[in-house]
């Protein structure tokens, strides 16, 4: 005999059967019940195997029809409480290994002497001016003054004892820029 395909073919075939359609009901929802416990079954297997796999598999996966939207919605939390190497900064670590990632993420985009020049720019220019705006310190030998500018645009004579430390900053063709701290005000250089 020929199963029946739509709900009026089925009803009439639980009447015959003088089944109380109160127990046919009860009958279909247990069966419902059983499916949808067989469906989520079926798919946190399906999320197990796929949370055994690579991170790759996990993004492949994220929308995969097997899975239920509990389950899609699981995945997709482990995803999104993953660290993803892609994404993590390069100066998030030490120096060397920035430099070094830094290097691996360039490496198919710029050739490795235009990297060099970069990492020796980026390296080399805060040296440099750091070197050029480090001051030698000389000790006062006989009293004298000097004219400074201050940091607010004012210019007083200061007067130095011999003993006393200055910093020399850069050589000029009149002679040096010479940096004193006074408290309070800041750096005064003279001649400047």
Do not use: C, M, Y
């Given at each position: 005999m020929k199963k029946p395909t739509n709900p009026a073919e089925r009803a009439q075939r639980v009447q015959r059967r003088d089944i109380a359609p109160d127990e046919a009901i009860r009958r279909a929802r247990k069966q419902a019940k059983s499916s949808k416990d067989?469906?989520?079954?079926?798919?946190?297997?399906?999320?197990?195997?796929?949370?055994?796999?690579?991170?790759?598999?996990?993004?492949k996966n994220l929308h995969n029809a097997d899975l239920t939207p509990e389950d899609q919605s699981r995945l997709e939390s482990q995803l999104e409480n993953q660290p993803s190497a892609r994404t993590a900064p390069v100066w998030s670590t030490s120096g060397a290994g920035a430099l070094r990632r830094l290097w691996g993420r360039s490496s198919h985009r710029i050739p490795s002497a235009i990297k060099g020049l970069i990492i020796a720019a980026v390296v080399g220019v805060p040296i440099f001016m750091s070197?050029?705006?480090?001051?030698?310190?000389?000790?006062?030998?006989?009293?004298?003054?000097?004219?400074?500018?201050?940091?607010?645009?004012?210019?007083?004579?200061?007067?130095?004892?011999?003993?006393?430390h200055l910093t020399i900053v850069r050589a000029i063709p009149s002679g040096h820029v010479v940096r004193h701290w006074v408290a309070g005000a800041g750096y005064a250089y003279a001649p400047d």
């Open positions: 067989d469906v989520a079954k079926a798919s946190s297997e399906k999320l197990k195997k796929i949370l055994s796999l690579s991170k790759r598999e996990w993004w070197v050029i705006n480090t001051g030698r310190t000389e000790t006062v030998r006989s009293p004298g003054e000097l004219q400074f500018r201050f940091p607010d645009g004012s210019s007083h004579s200061v007067a130095f004892a011999p003993g006393e």
